[in-house]
């Protein structure tokens, strides 16, 4: 229920920052004058100074924070978690609400054990049930919520991790589902049966996602090297870097800004060709 409140609260923040940056994109810079516009930069310049201050006050609060989790290296960084994920995404930089919605539920769940003075031992399985119900709650997706404590966290199937990752994702998702309703965060429609005979195609999508998933790991993984470069003299640099170019691509193309929610709901209305 705790993990369920905390992460509603994340996903408010992120849609209003989402409706904000897409109103102001749309009604605010595309009529307003040089000063204007450059006036929205000058904003981006002061976020990524707040978000660099984060870093620096809780450098655990720093990446996705799964490997966090799954480190189990957590400390007092919730509010910084919630305050970060919100700016830095609700201005546009390409980044998931998964990654941190597990974090914070994470972190929710250790405090919470350390309030009622729990054993070692059941502070972990309640980290697992945190991340669980963190994941759950920011998709309406309880079942994804303990498959991912399941298999990324725990890497086996057991009762144990089982019970309580499972209620705690039904609860988490119960309180956001009363927060955002039933309606699922994606939204395909009413889809008809996929015919056997194009399960070719299926086959060669999958190929195809899978290269392009090692492709985007590798440069994920690998991006410091660019961050490395002299040109970045501090953090705050690469910081303000990154938003700078979200603001770039708020101009050509606003569609890839934040978490693609927006854009995989998208797709799903565009025309398409009949036969």
């Not at 609860?171 to 956001?176: E, K, P």
């Not at 996602?209 to 492709?215: D, M």
């Not at 440069?219 to 690469?238: A, K, T």
Request: aromatic content about 12%.
């Amino acid at each position: 229920i705790l993990s369920g409140t905390v992460i509603s609260f994340f996903r408010w923040g992120l849609e209003m920052g989402t409706v904000w940056r897409q109103w102001i994109y749309a009604n605010v810079l595309a009529s307003g004058g040089i000063l204007l516009n450059l006036g929205w930069f000058a904003v981006l310049l002061a976020a990524a100074l707040l978000l660099w201050r984060l870093g620096v006050y809780e450098p655990n609060a720093g990446g996705s924070g799964i490997p966090q989790v799954k480190g189990v290296i957590l400390g007092g960084i919730l509010w910084v978690k919630l305050v970060g994920g919100i700016v830095g995404i609700g201005l546009g930089l390409s980044l998931g609400r998964e990654g941190p919605s597990i974090q914070i539920g994470a972190v929710t769940a250790q405090g919470l054990s350390r309030a009622f003075g729990r054993t070692r031992m059941e502070e972990r399985y309640l980290i697992t049930a945190g991340a669980s119900a963190g994941l759950a709650a920011a998709f309406n997706a309880p079942l994804a919520g303990v498959m991912f404590a399941l298999e990324e966290l725990h890497r086996n199937f057991s009762g144990v991790v089982l019970a309580p990752s499972m209620a705690a994702a039904l609860l988490a998702t119960m309180v956001s589902r009363y927060v955002f309703g039933r309606a699922p965060v994606f939204h395909f429609g009413m889809l008809p049966p996929f015919p056997l005979r194009y399960m070719w195609i299926v086959v060669i999508l999958g190929i195809i996602i899978g290269f392009a998933g090692v492709i985007f790991n590798k440069g994920l993984l690998n991006i410091h090297y660019f961050y490395d470069l002299p040109v970045f003299r501090n953090q705050y640099m690469r910081i303000a870097f990154a938003l700078c170019m979200a603001g770039v691509l708020g101009y050509v193309f606003p569609e890839v800004l934040g978490g693609g929610n927006d854009l995989v709901n998208s797709l799903y209305t565009l025309p398409r060709t009949s036969g």
